[in-house]
T-cell receptor, first 115, second 114 residues
Framework: DTGVSQDPRHKITKRGQNVTFRCDPI?????LYWYRQTLGQGPEFLTY????????KSRLLSDRFSAERPKGSFSTLEIQRTEQGDSAMYLC?????????????FGPGTRLTVT | GENVEQHPSTLSVQEGDSAVIKCTYS??????FPWYKQELGKRPQLIID?????GEKKDQRIAVTLNKTAKHFSLHITETQPEDSAVYFC?????????????FGKGTLLTVNP
């Protein structure tokens, strides 16, 4: 499968625990995005990378959230001291600067449940 | 920042009828407008997109129209089929420079009744 992959697909954690999610973009896609989607809502932008540089982070994003893309390939999203309000689907997407269509390809998501 | 409003939130049509979903956006700098289809439990998938230098784009039964002056764009699905049933999201982006993030509407649940 050459699409965007995410791991794990599901995560159940207790409030206060830290969690980390991984995203593997389509090979050679240099842009990578993280979005969060809650039930009945559209995806909400969290942050985005061009290669290894984090170029934008949502002002709504708590300091408990951090993302990295150390070698410009896969990315991780960490949530520290999880809260029940963090329960959501976390979606990763990638796109290519060489692809003038601007299309973002989404992964299957990681569903986080905080109990 | 950009704000995208989407209507209606739910839409039910009979198979073979047309469906229209409308979105408005607030940021005049936005110039890329994709539509995504999301089936239950699956990832969003792009079905059609349009850029601001084009007023209309068609792909078989799907078309999108854009009115930049009024800041609204619409998705048109003709000859609907049960497999068109899904949640549809519109989005807007500046699509260039350093700002590629998508701002999504809240979605429209389309149900096509056989």
């Amino acid at each position: 499968d050459t699409g965007v992959s995410q791991d794990p697909r599901h995560k159940i954690t207790k409030r206060g625990q830290n969690v980390t999610f991984r995203c593997d973009p389509i090979s050679e896609h240099n842009r990578l995005y993280w979005y969060r989607q809650t039930l009945g809502q559209g995806p909400e932008f969290l942050t985005y990378f061009q290669n290894e540089a984090q170029l934008e982070k949502s002002r709504l994003l708590s300091d408990r959230f951090s993302a990295e893309r150390p070698k410009g390939s896969f990315s991780t999203l960490e949530i520290q001291r999880t809260e029940q309000g963090d329960s959501a689907m976390y979606l990763c997407a990638s796109s290519s600067v060489r692809d003038r269509s601007y299309e973002q390809y989404f992964g299957p998501g990681t569903r986080l449940t905080v109990t | 920042g950009e704000n995208v409003e989407q209507h209606p939130s739910t839409l039910s049509v009979q198979e073979g009828d047309s469906a229209v979903i409308k979105c408005t956006y607030s940021d005049s700098a936005s110039n890329y407008f994709p539509w995504y289809k999301q089936e239950l439990g699956k990832r969003p998938q792009l079905i059609i997109d349009i850029r601001s230098n084009v007023g209309e784009k068609k792909d078989q039964r799907i078309a999108v129209t854009l009115n930049k002056t009024a800041k609204h764009f619409s998705l048109h699905i003709t000859e609907t089929q049960p497999e068109d049933s899904a949640v549809y999201f519109c989005a807007a982006s500046q699509g260039g420079g350093s700002n590629y993030k998508l701002t999504f509407g809240k979605g429209t649940l389309l149900t096509v009744n056989p």
